[in-house]
């Protein structure tokens, strides 16, 4: 079974407003990445965060992590119609692999 | 944008024939990765790869297979295609690292597959 859940698996907002995503996981963790796909794109890597943070920013993307709940969120702040897109989220552990998660569809309307 | 190249970026073939979806990177990563995705749907990782003459299949079984002969090669071949095989294929790429590494990965912009 996957790894990481995302949820929901779509989200429609209007334009300015912040989304939030969320991933559970099962297993215990070295980092934990978000990606970004366009619709029939490859994904593109967004941010990660270590095990030992808690929160991490980058621009408009802020990711928190909370490890006792294995769960972390991706919250965009002023959303824009570019950033329609399906949102991932991927674990990584001692396996040296990621596990992707199921997914996130964000649709943000002008 | 990642330099990692997938070809054809579509394909659209007859059952039963031969193909092979090519992936090539020049970042001189060690692991190279492929996924299958249906759309909308989640990725499954077939194959990987952690170097030269290195394969491994991956968590969902597919009747494709690989091949690493070059660090920056990792072709993908399909001896026989049926209709099950219609998806989008995803390549990636991630640099070996040390302990410390992320293991994050850039992504080809895929390969999308229709058998008829």
């Known amino acids: 079974s996957q790894q990481g859940e995302e949820d929901p698996q779509a989200l429609s907002i209007q334009e300015g407003e912040n989304a939030t995503m969320n991933c559970s996981y099962k297993?215990?963790?070295?980092?934990l990445q978000w990606y970004r796909q366009n619709s029939g794109r490859g994904l593109v890597h967004l941010i990660l965060i270590r095990s030992n943070e808690r929160e991490k920013h980058s621009g408009r993307l802020r990711v928190t992590l909370d490890t006792s709940k294995k769960s972390s969120s991706l919250l965009i702040t002023a959303s824009r119609a570019a950033d329609t897109a399906s949102y991932f989220c991927?674990?990584?552990?001692?396996?040296?692999?990621?596990?992707f998660g199921s997914g996130t569809q964000l649709t943000v309307l002008p | 944008e990642a330099d990692i190249y997938q070809t054809p970026r579509y394909l659209v073939i007859g059952t039963g024939k031969k193909i092979t979806l090519e992936c090539s990177q020049t970042?001189?990563?060690?692991?190279m990765y492929w996924y299958q995705q249906d759309p909308g749907m989640e990725l499954h990782l077939i194959h990987y790869?952690?170097?030269?003459?290195?394969?491994e299949k991956g968590d969902l079984s597919s009747e494709s297979t690989v091949s690493r002969i070059r660090t920056e090669h990792f072709p993908l071949t399909l001896e026989s295609a049926r209709p099950s095989h219609t998806s989008q294929y995803l390549c990636?790429?991630?640099?070996?690292?040390?302990?410390?590494?992320?293991?994050?990965?850039?992504f080809g912009p895929g390969t999308r597959l229709t058998v008829l």
């Open positions: 991927a674990t990584g552990g001692s396996a040296r692999q990621l596990t």
């Open positions: 990636a790429s991630s640099d070996r690292g040390g302990l410390a590494s992320t293991d994050t990965q850039y």
């Open positions: 297993t215990s963790i070295n980092n």
């Open positions: 790869s952690y170097g030269v003459n290195s394969t």
């Open positions: 970042m001189g990563h060690d692991k």
